[in-house]
């Protein structure tokens, strides 16, 4: 938003570049082995392996295994939407390198 509104970075052209790209390198990750840890709970709590409190399982609390099951895929939605968002930043990084500007024009 700074860049848009003032058309300059907040840091040098080349450190933003990077700082962008490696942020959302991090943050995909993240997500991802988030989204990945609940689905091997939610998955365990399915199979009777693991239990909630007591002798609770997702056969006796239904709701509780559907919005895991809701949190999970959009936890993957949310991973595909900022995969692509790695990938412009990539493309961002590879026109600095190759042009010495951000932008390819």
Known sequence: MWE?????TLLPEMIQVWFDFGHDQVF????LSAS???TALAQNL????????L????????AF???????????FGAFLFLASVCLLSGFRVA???ITNSRFHL
């Open 4 to 8: 848009l509104l003032k058309g300059n």
């Open 28 to 31: 995909a990750y993240l997500l």
């Open 36 to 38: 990945s840890a609940g």
């Open 46 to 53: 399915r199979n009777g392996h693991i239990w909630i409190v």
């Open 55 to 62: 002798d609770h399982s997702c056969k006796d609390a239904n």
């Open 65 to 75: 295994c559907i919005q895991s099951d809701i949190a999970i895929s959009l936890g």
């Open 95 to 97: 026109c600095f390198i």
